[in-house]
C-alpha cells in the first residue's frame, strides 16, 4: 500500500545534540513538508519542498534543516540551535495540483523529547 | 495571508446526537478549505475537501461540510456521532497554487469528545 513512513516513532535528544528525523513516501508525489505540532497551537510549516534538490522555508524553520535528495525522501533535522524541540512531528505529501491545492497525506509522526 | 479559526477548543456530544464544528477562515481569493480528523499519538487523515461547484459536500464516515462564502465558514456536520468519532478535528485553507507545492494553513483545532 502507498503510504508515509516516520522514523522513528520516538525520540530523545540530550542538550547540544542534532537529530534526524527520516521521512519516506511512495505515493510518487513531488512535493513534501514538515510540521510541528505543539498542544492547542494546531501544525506549524517548517520546511516544504516541491521538488528533489529544491526546499523553502515555512513558517518556523529557525533551529531546523532539510534535504530533498531523492523524490521519494525529505529527512528532517533538529540541530542543538533549537532551543524548544519538545514536539509531535508531521511529514506530509502531495501531487502536484491540477487545479488549486492538493490534499496532503501525513504520516504516523515522531515525538521528540529532550533527555 | 490566509487564516483559520475553530473557535471550539473541546466539545463534547452523546453517542448518536448530531455534531457541528466550526470554522470561519480569511482568504482574499476563492479559497480550497479541507477538514482532517487525527486521532491520539497519529497523523492526519482527510475527511473532506471543496475546491469548487456544490457547495455541500460529503465525506468519508459519514461526515459533510458545508461553504459559506458570505460568512466566511465552513462547518463539518455529521447527523449522528458515533464513539470512535472522538479525536482531533482540523480546518485547513489552501494558499492556492504555488507551484507543485499545496501549502496549508491549518486551524488550532477542535477536540471531541463523545459520551456513551
Known amino acids: 500500500d502507498g503510504g508515509i513512513t516516520q522514523s522513528p516513532k520516538y525520540l530523545f535528544r540530550k542538550e547540544g545534540q542534532n537529530v534526524t528525523l527520516s521521512c519516506e513516501q511512495n505515493?510518487?508525489?513531488?512535493?513534501m513538508y514538515w510540521y510541528r505540532q505543539d498542544p492547542g497551537q494546531g501544525l506549524r510549516l517548517i520546511y516544504y519542498s516541491q521538488i528533489v534538490n529544491d526546499f523553502q522555508k515555512g513558517d518556523i524553520a529557525e533551529g531546523y534543516s532539510v534535504s530533498r535528495e531523492k523524490k521519494e525522501s525529505f529527512p528532517l533535522t533538529v540541530t542543538s540551535a533549537q532551543k524548544n524541540p519538545t514536539a509531535f512531528y508531521l511529514c506530509?505529501?502531495?501531487?502536484?495540483?491540477?487545479?488549486?491545492?492538493?490534499?496532503?497525506?501525513f504520516g504516523d509522526g515522531t515525538r521528540l523529547s529532550i533527555l | 495571508a490566509q487564516s483559520v479559526t475553530q473557535p471550539d477548543i473541546h466539545i463534547t456530544v452523546s453517542e448518536g446526537a448530531s455534531l457541528e464544528l466550526r470554522c470561519n477562515y480569511s482568504?482574499?481569493?476563492?479559497?480550497?478549505l479541507f477538514w482532517y480528523v487525527q486521532s491520539p499519538g497519529q497523523g492526519l487523515q482527510l475527511l473532506l475537501k471543496?475546491?469548487?461547484?456544490?457547495?455541500l459536500v460529503q465525506g468519508i464516515k459519514g461526515f459533510e461540510a458545508e461553504f459559506k462564502r458570505s460568512q466566511s465558514s465552513f462547518n463539518l456536520r455529521k447527523p449522528s456521532v458515533h464513539w470512535s468519532d472522538a479525536a482531533e478535528y482540523f480546518c485547513?485553507?489552501?494558499?492556492?497554487?504555488?507551484?507543485?507545492?499545496?501549502?496549508?494553513?491549518f486551524g488550532t483545532g477542535t477536540r471531541l469528545q463523545v459520551t456513551l
Open positions: 485547513a485553507v489552501g494558499a492556492g497554487n504555488t507551484g507543485t507545492a499545496s501549502k496549508l494553513t
Open positions: 506530509a505529501s502531495s501531487a502536484a495540483p491540477a487545479i488549486g491545492n492538493q490534499p496532503q497525506h
Open positions: 505515493l510518487n508525489h513531488d512535493a
Open positions: 482568504y482574499g481569493a476563492t479559497p480550497y
Open positions: 471543496y475546491f469548487s461547484g456544490d457547495t
